[in-house]
């Protein structure tokens, strides 16, 4: 297996976790000014997920990896992201499931799941890859964790 090594967030955080997955999926970007990508085509979309945080839970994680995994794989994997609520209003520029919607929006799934915990992780960044030349990096601002 190639290991990836990907842009990395400054953070002062003692623990950093990434999880790698593959997500294979369909899109299709409803407008003009997306030219070829107004059609359904399908991408093996690379997500890398970084979070961190100084203290860990009560058996030892900063997050199961599974949890990672069932947000972001279990329910858009082998699906058209145009039908998942999330990406499904074509009247808002912001929900059409573009690589950089996609990186935001999985990432706000993720940190609100975070939230919950009471050690309080962060998701520092959030990286898709979209094809092998071309992915988008996510880092939020500050005010951002405050979802």
């Not at 955080?13 to 899109?27: G, P, V």
């Not at 009471?118 to 880092?139: D, M």
């Given at each position: 297996m190639l290991h990836q090594f990907y842009p990395q967030v400054p953070h002062e955080y003692r623990y950093e976790l990434n999880k790698d997955m593959h997500l294979a999926a369909a899109h299709f970007i409803p407008s003009e000014a997306a030219g070829k990508c107004q059609d359904i085509h399908g991408h093996t979309y690379v997500i890398n997920i970084t979070v961190a945080?100084?203290?860990l839970?009560?058996?030892?994680f900063l997050i199961d990896f599974k949890i990672l995994k069932s947000l972001i794989h279990r329910p858009f994997d082998h699906t058209l992201?145009?039908?998942?609520?999330?990406?499904?209003?074509?009247e808002d520029s912001w929900s059409f499931p573009t690589t950089e919607v996609i990186a935001g929006k999985?990432?706000?799934?993720?940190q609100?799941?975070?939230n919950e915990l009471a050690?309080?992780?962060?998701c520092v960044?959030?990286?898709?890859?979209?094809?092998?030349?071309?992915?988008?990096v996510f880092r939020p601002k500050k005010e951002d964790f405050a979802i």
């Amino acid at each position: 297996m190639l290991h990836q090594f990907y842009p990395q967030v400054p953070h002062e955080y003692r623990y950093e976790l990434n999880k790698d997955m593959h997500l294979a999926a369909a899109h299709f970007i409803p407008s003009e000014a997306a030219g070829k990508c107004q059609d359904i085509h399908g991408h093996t979309y690379v997500i890398n997920i970084t979070v961190a945080g100084d203290q860990l839970d009560s058996s030892g994680f900063l997050i199961d990896f599974k949890i990672l995994k069932s947000l972001i794989h279990r329910p858009f994997d082998h699906t058209l992201l145009n039908d998942h609520e999330l990406f499904s209003n074509e009247e808002d520029s912001w929900s059409f499931p573009t690589t950089e919607v996609i990186a935001g929006k999985f990432w706000k799934l993720i940190q609100s799941e975070l939230n919950e915990l009471a050690h309080q992780p962060k998701c520092v960044q959030l990286l898709v890859r979209e094809t092998p030349t071309s992915y988008v990096v996510f880092r939020p601002k500050k005010e951002d964790f405050a979802i």
